[in-house]
C-alpha cells in the first residue's frame, strides 16, 4: 500500500512511501486486540480501593439483642454488617488487576490495530518536523493544514520532541507519541493516524519480527 508522504503545510511532497504489508495489511485478529486493550486498562487501575471488615471497626463487641426472638436477622456486637455504620462483608482491598500477556500476542495485536487503520485509510504520513518552541498556535495550524482538527488524532514521532509534546499538550482530542511505545489502545482510540517518515522505520523495527 502506497501512501503519499505530506509536509506540513498539507503540501504533496512529490515522495511516496509503502506501508509494510505485513504490519498494515494483515487479517485483523479481533480477539488479541481485546487481550491487549484490557491489559492497558488494567495497567491503568491503581487497586487502592479499600473498605474496613468487621474486625477493623472501631465498637464494643457486647451482644446487642438475643439470639433468638428478636423477629430480624441474627447478628453480634454494634460492628456487624446488618447494622447502619457497620462494617462491609466482602469489602475491596487492596490488589494488583495487572496481568501478563504474551509478546507475540500483543506485537499481533498492534499490527492488527494499525492494520484497521491502513483499511480505514486513516494514516497520513508525513515528513520528519520539529518546532522551535512550545507554540500551540504553530501545531494548531498544522493540524488545520493536515485537515485533522476537529479529529481525535494521535501523531507519532520517531523520537521524542519535547516542543511538540508541549504544543499539543493543551488540544482536546489530539496526543502524541515516540513511535516505540505506540499501543494497540492508543492507535484503537485515535479517528486518524498521522505518522512522521522515520517513525514508519521504528515500527518496523519493532513489529516486523
Not at 18 to 41: C, R, S
Not at 64 to 76: D, E, F, P, S, T
Not at 149 to 158: Q, R
Request: charged share 25%.
Amino acid at each position: 500500500m502506497e501512501v503519499s508522504v505530506l509536509n506540513i503545510k498539507g503540501q504533496e511532497t512529490g515522495r511516496k512511501v509503502t506501508l509494510n504489508e505485513a504490519i498494515f495489511g494483515i487479517e485483523p485478529n479481533d480477539h488479541v486486540i481485546y487481550l491487549d486493550v484490557k491489559q492497558y486498562l488494567a495497567n491503568q487501575r491503581q487497586g487502592t480501593a479499600k473498605s474496613k471488615e468487621r474486625s477493623e471497626i472501631s465498637g464494643s463487641t457486647r451482644k446487642l439483642g438475643r439470639q433468638k426472638g428478636g423477629g430480624g436477622a441474627r447478628h453480634g456486637d454494634i460492628n456487624s454488617p446488618l447494622l447502619r455504620g457497620g462494617a462491609r462483608v466482602f469489602g475491596p482491598k487492596p490488589r494488583d488487576y495487572s496481568f501478563k500477556l504474551n509478546k507475540k500476542v500483543k506485537q499481533l495485536a498492534r499490527r492488527s490495530a494499525l492494520s484497521y487503520k491502513a483499511q480505514e485509510n486513516a494514516i497520513i504520513v508525513v515528513e520528519d518536523f520539529t518546532l522551535e518552541a512550545p507554540k500551540t498556535k504553530e501545531f494548531v495550524a498544522i493540524a488545520k493544514n493536515l485537515k485533522v482538527d476537529g479529529k481525535k488524532s494521535l501523531f507519532v514521532m520517531a523520537k521524542n520532541d519535547n516542543n511538540v509534546c508541549l504544543s499539543a499538550r493543551n488540544l482536546q482530542g489530539t496526543e502524541v507519541m515516540e513511535a516505540s511505545t505506540v499501543n494497540t489502545y492508543k492507535v484503537l482510540n485515535a479517528d486518524v493516524l498521522v505518522i512522521s517518515e522515520k517513525s514508519l522505520g521504528v515500527i518496523d523495527g519493532i513489529l516486523n519480527k
